[in-house]
């Protein structure tokens, strides 16, 4: 069974630019996720999807967005690329997204914005 | 937020010895769940454990949850080099799973 797939895998941008990352979960996976990491930060949860809704969102601001698609694929879309945003992006899926599933990551995309 | 705190923040160790890690958790939790992070890589789920269990076993890997004290522990035995990575603990569902800062393991040939 393949894993969460995230592409690109690296990529570079500047600033004010968007940058659209990709995700495609485990199969038969519902729920899709997204999270942050840098190293100040740590892992932070940026949104959730499931059967393309959003069902919950972290406190990031509204130029970071997402959906997810009727096969359960889902990307992220940064807009506005500020220098703070250069960081990992992890994707994650589950099959349901309630307490008690194992939720799997992808190897991430890592953003560099200069 | 972070929700768990990981002790200690970095342990080095000879291959061959035991590290144990520990998670601390503000509120009550329905299950946690062990992570592993490969510098830059993503992460890799270990083991999850349930607020009525409390051990669990995988291999090397031994977690237990201690819910009057809000803590669990990971001990991985007869560490490896490739064991070299850093350990998170995570709280929640999909929809916020929220992670401790982690250890970050180093284990010496």
């Known amino acids: 069974k393949a894993g969460v797939t995230q592409t690109p895998r690296y990529l570079i941008k500047t600033r004010g630019q968007q940058v659209t990352l990709s995700c495609s979960p485990i199969s038969g996976h519902r729920s899709v996720s997204w999270y942050q990491q840098t190293p100040g930060q740590g892992l932070q949860f940026l949104f959730e999807y499931f059967s393309e809704t959003q069902r919950n969102k972290g406190n990031f601001p509204g130029r970071f967005s997402g959906r997810q698609f009727s096969n359960s694929r889902s990307e992220m879309n940064v807009s506005t690329l500020e220098l703070g945003d250069s960081a990992l992006y992890l994707c994650a899926s589950s099959f349901s997204g309630i307490s008690g599933n194992t939720i799997y990551f992808g190897e991430g995309s890592w953003l560099t914005v200069v | 937020s972070q929700q768990g705190e990981e002790d200690p923040q970095a342990l080095s160790i000879q291959e061959g010895e035991n590290a144990t890690m520990n998670c601390s958790y503000k509120t009550s939790i329905n299950n946690l769940q062990w992570y592993r992070q490969n510098s830059g890589r993503g992460l890799v789920h270990l083991i999850l454990?349930?607020?009525?269990?409390r051990e669990k076993h995988s291999g090397r890997l031994r977690v237990t949850l201690d819910t009057s004290k809000k803590s669990s522990s990971l001990l991985i035995t007869a560490s490896r080099a490739a064991d070299t990575a850093s350990y998170f603990c995570?709280?929640?569902?999909?929809?916020?799973?929220?992670f401790g800062k982690g250890t970050k393991l180093s284990v010496k040939p």
């Open positions: 995570a709280e929640g569902s999909q929809g916020n799973l929220i």
């Open positions: 454990i349930r607020s009525n269990e």
